[in-house]
């Protein structure tokens, strides 16, 4: 395919000046001049340089990746449809929908921004985690930079030792048990061949104790409402995840919250002012 560099350089300039700050979760700020939002604003959210932005809409510069193309349509919280036509309009084939897709709806997209004071995140259903809030990476690091197999969880659970202890350990013979239903339902779902086939084959082959709970061919385990944390600098809170669920993407938003006035509620007040910065 061809580069549109014309209709692409409208196109983002149309959706552009459609947004206003507080629908990507910005700051209103002072009087502003431009209609929507600014070049370098735009270019923040999708993670890349104002002027490499700026050449896109002025129809110059190099043809932007699939990876950029992709990272341009989140940041301007696009949907389904939009993104598949910005994909052509930069000569790329647009990626596939479905249980695959990294593309985060602008729904929950909504949502997630206006979250500033909550520990929340975006996951697949093989727990890969899409975007946090601040204080979600406040209370369980950055999940998001994991790469290959160790996005999920699931395969974290049983391969990285550190995972668990994020978990209160009286949890952990119940999550073992949870991660593997869940990846078991999900790889008879999406049929051999899919990811979680692909991930259940991996664990198979490198982690004995999820070869015996996989052998007991347990499914509909399901989380529990309430989640047992170990913070490094906080210790123990104990929270409550609602799920947010997007059936198209397959993606959820968890959204983690304390009784107001218990322990962990305080203790959550104080993350979000140390936020990822040691204690000591």
Known sequence: MVIDRTGLAEFLR???????PTDVGLPLGQRRRTRGLRREEVAALCHMSTDYYSR?????????SEQMIASIAQGLHLSLDERDHLFRLAGHNPPT???????ISPGLLRILDRLHDTPAEVVTELGETLRQTALGVALTGDTTSYSGPARSIG??????P?????YAPDDHPFLTRMFVSGLREVATLRGPGSRAAHLADLLLAQSEEFRQVWNDHEVGIRPNEVKYFIHPELGALELTCQRLVDPDQAHSLLVYTAIPGSESYEKLQLLSVIGTQPLR
């Open 155 to 160: 395969y974290r659970w049983f391969t990285d």
């Open 162 to 166: 550190a995972t668990r202890q994020l």
């Open 14 to 20: 149309r959706r552009r000046e459609s947004l206003q």
């Open 56 to 64: 896109l809409e002025r129809e110059r510069g190099p043809q932007p």
């Open 97 to 103: 929908h479905g249980p695959v897709s990294t593309h």
